[in-house]
Each structure stands twice: as C-alpha cells, then as structure tokens.
C-alpha cells in the first residue's frame, strides 16, 4: 500500500475555513463607512454569508478556493435625509475580484435616489477595498500548520495567464512533450468529409488516483489548474466549458477515481462536430497511471491537440498542485 500522508505536500490536503472567514467578513465589513460632499453611508451589519470557503495545500503551495454570497444592510444620509437598505454580494470568489452589487432600498421615492446612487458608487468601493486581503489573510491565518516541511520539494513553474490560455489554444502555438501516437480515420462535416486522427498519451502523477479524478472533475479543483471558472459536475450528462469556452463537451460515463468518457470540442473545430475522449487511470503503489485515448480529432488539428492536452492540462495541473 501507498503511504498517501502529505509527506513533502505531495498530495491534496484541504481545510474548511468556512467558519474562519464567516467570522472575518462580519467583522471586517460592518462599520465600514464612505463619505463626500456632504453624503455618508455605513454598513450596519452583514446579515447572512453562505458558500464554501476551502485552503489546500499540494507541494508547498497554498490554493484558497472560495465562493460566498455576502448580505450586507446599509444607512446613508445627507443632511436631514436617510436611507436604509440591502446589498447583496452574489459571488465572492477565488476567481473573481469584478464583484457585483445588488442594492435595494427602504424607499424607493425619487428625492432618496442621490443617496442610493451615493452607496452604489462611494461605498460599494470601500467594501471592494476591504475584500481585497481576505485571500491572503485566509491563507496566513489558517495555512501555517498545514505545512509538513520537505527542504527537498522541488519548485514548480506557475501555470500561464488566462489570457495566454485562450490564445494559445486558439493558435496551438506550444509543443507536446506527453508520449503520444495517433491513427487516421474519416468523417462527415457540414462542409463534407474530412480525416482525422486519434490521439494517445500517457503521463504519471505522483497523486493518488482519487485525487487526479477530483482534480479533473471537480469545479473548484478544475478552476485552480485552468486559471478561471470552471462550467463543470462530476455528473454523466454534464455539458461543460473551460477556458473560457474554448474547450466544451459533455461527460458521457464516470466510473470513480478510474474512469472518465466525454465528448470533446475545440470551440474553432467544424460546427457541431466533436472527438471522443477516454481518460483511464491505474493506482500504483506510489503514484497514478493516466492513459488518454481520443478520436476523431480532425486531422490539422492533431498538433495544436497534442501539444494543448500537454501543455494545458498535463503540466497546469502538475504546475498547479505538483
């Protein structure tokens, strides 16, 4: 048997900090205040903060994944007139910090309009500003003794920007280093028959393969290694998106922590027409198997696949959690 304790933070390790950041955001938010030219306004309370908050740690890099709804209440005045209401923050999340707030109010009568105008813009600010520590707050006070010290972990190279993502997957850009081998074929696109390929890898993780089956179906774990959010269930049927809709499909058959089957697109691929994809994965005594089996990759895109496949899941992952 594997010893899978997180020796070296080789393997996933992770933490409910739900309660930690409850606790933080009510008292980091209430009382804060705005005021200018004459107007004011003050959160008077945080009403109710739902979600899940997590820390894990893999190879020496803490990973905070969170998303929370946030309800706030607020009064404003200037001079003799007030106004009390509600906002709420519908996403507070790890992969966000573009929050939007929905506001209402008390009294809905045009003279109150300035002062509700005057939250929306002055202290939906000041809220802003008071989110922007809480991941590296989170990760200082509930990450220091989750650390089991290994001065021989090695370093691993941070994944690239979503941006550089979605460009290179759109231009297949980067080369394969992932064994792999391919077959031909032919099928029949809206344009008429085109070739393809069918595309084989297989790379090793030092994970167990409970982890790798996670880390590729789960949508907090999948958000982490493809640098946004992630459209995706471990669910047969699931329709799914990633990287900002260059990648999309549908999960057809899960068998735990061995077996994943999709249907797989290029969003630039000939309309309506999608690969087959079959990801196996074996334990092995200290790490796990991953074999990849794909078909029906249209045959000028057997390169810009491969090297994709490699580059942005492969070494994402491996970059993101070791």
């Known amino acids: 048997m594997a010893d899978w304790r997180n020796v070296g933070n080789w393997h996933w390790k992770e933490r409910n900090c739900f309660d930690w950041a409850k606790k933080y955001l009510e008292d980091k938010l209430t009382g804060i205040k705005a005021a200018s030219g004459g107007f004011s306004a003050e959160v008077t309370s945080v009403d109710s903060v739902t979600g899940d908050v997590d820390l894990n740690i893999r190879k020496g890099r803490l990973i905070a994944i969170y998303d929370v709804e946030v309800k706030l209440s607020w009064t404003a005045q200037n001079g003799e007139d007030s106004l009390a209401g509600k906002i709420t923050i519908p996403e507070v999340a790890h992969d966000t910090d573009d929050y939007v ?135 047969v049927g699931c329709t799914f998106k990633l990287f900002g809709g260059h990648i999309e499909g549908e999960i057809t058959k899960l068998e735990k922590d061995s077996l994943i089957e999709q249907k797989w697109r290029v969003a630039t691929w000939p309309k309506g027409h999608y690969s087959s994809v079959k990801i196996m994965l074996e334990q092995t005594s200290s790490s796990t198997r991953l074999a990849l089996k794909q078909t029906g990759v249209p045959f000028n895109e057997e390169d810009a696949t491969k090297a994709n496949w490699d580059k942005y899941y492969w070494n994402s992952i491996k970059g993101s959690f070791g």
């Open 101 to 235: 707030y929905d506001i209402s109010a008390n009294e809905s009568t045009v003279a109150k309009l300035p002062l509700k105008d005057f939250v929306r813009k002055h202290l939906t600010a000041a809220i802003g500003e008071k989110l922007e520590n809480f991941t590296e707050d989170l990760k200082q006070t509930n990450g220091s003794d989750m650390y089991i010290p290994d001065n021989k972990a090695g370093a691993t190279a941070a994944p690239a920007s979503n941006e550089q993502l979605a460009s290179d997957f759109k231009q297949g850009k980067i080369g394969s280093s992932a064994a792999a081998d391919s077959e031909e074929g032919v099928v029949s696109g809206p344009k008429g028959a085109f070739s393809t390929v069918s595309i084989n890898q297989n790379i090793e993780f030092v994970c167990s393969a409970g982890d790798l089956f996670a880390t590729l179906t789960d949508p907090q774990r999948v958000s982490v290694w493809t640098r946004a959010k992630a459209d995706i269930e471990p669910k």
